[in-house]
């Protein structure tokens, strides 16, 4: 079975402070995908980010990086000088790629960390 | 290219009511997912679509539960003899690759359903 923690449930950040969320996965998939999204209050949940197990590669995009770490199944992700427009929860989440079997792509989703940033 | 839209957004039933929710995924995706998310959680898997076949289910989606993709575009998610525990945020989900990769989800609005 899939099983994403996200142990920090609350975090709260004044205005250009850095942020770490963090993500730990489990899985007995030899290929596996991980991705972070958004939920801000309105509600939509928005994509940010995939990664492919295989590829290790750390990754910046503007304010946010992302550094996954297969040896210790965590996935990683930081906000870098945050706005209070990043105030939202962020979920991780799993898919697997069981070619053998029923995994079509279905995520499983942490419970999110909520993150609010003060001015 | 809009978005993955649902309807309604909010729906108010009395316990035991029938209630049917549409999903109109992004145009060009042959997938389709359905995901149910409780307050203070994250959205867990119902059941998936590639094209017009249900390929997945999940346990949580007991028999009062059925899920259609008719033509392979859009779908409905139907609740018979609601119950006050069905009371969620239902969201539905597309993506467009083929195989048993996980690829990017795309989701919609949701919608809220609130048994009394």
């Known amino acids: 079975a899939q099983k994403v923690t996200q142990a920090q449930t609350e975090i709260s950040v004044v205005e250009k402070e850095d942020v770490t969320l963090d993500c730990v996965y489990e899985?007995?998939?030899?290929?596996?995908?991980l991705f972070w999204y958004k939920q801000p209050p309105s509600g939509e949940l928005v994509f940010l980010i995939r990664?492919?197990?295989?590829?290790?590669q750390n990754e910046i995009s503007g304010r946010y990086s992302w550094n996954f770490q297969k040896s210790t199944s965590s996935f990683n992700f930081t906000i870098t000088a945050s706005q209070v427009v990043d105030s939202a929860v962020y979920f991780c989440?799993?898919?697997?790629?069981?070619?053998?079997?029923?995994?079509?792509?279905?995520?499983?989703f942490g419970q999110g960390t909520i993150l609010t940033v003060h001015p | 290219d809009t978005g993955v839209s649902q309807d309604p957004r909010h729906k108010i039933t009395k316990r035991g009511q029938n209630v049917t929710f549409r999903c109109d995924p992004i145009?060009?995706?042959?997938?389709l997912y359905w995901y149910r998310q409780t307050l203070g959680q994250g959205p867990e898997f119902l059941t998936y679509?590639?094209?017009?076949?249900?390929?997945?289910k999940s346990r949580l989606l007991s028999d009062r539960f059925s899920a259609e993709r008719p033509k392979g575009s859009f779908s409905t998610l139907e609740i018979q003899r609601t119950e006050q525990g069905d009371s969620a945020m239902y969201l539905c989900?597309?993506?467009?690759?083929?195989?048993?990769?996980?690829?990017?989800?795309?989701f919609g609005p949701g919608t809220r359903l609130t048994v009394t």
């Open positions: 899985t007995r998939d030899t290929t596996y995908y």
């Open positions: 679509f590639q094209n017009e076949a249900q390929l997945e």
């Open positions: 990664r492919n197990s295989f590829d290790e």
């Open positions: 989440a799993l898919g697997g790629n069981n070619a053998g079997g029923t995994s079509y792509g279905k995520l499983t």
């Open positions: 145009s060009e995706h042959n997938r």
């Open positions: 989900a597309s993506s467009s690759r083929t195989g048993t990769a996980s690829y990017e989800q795309y």
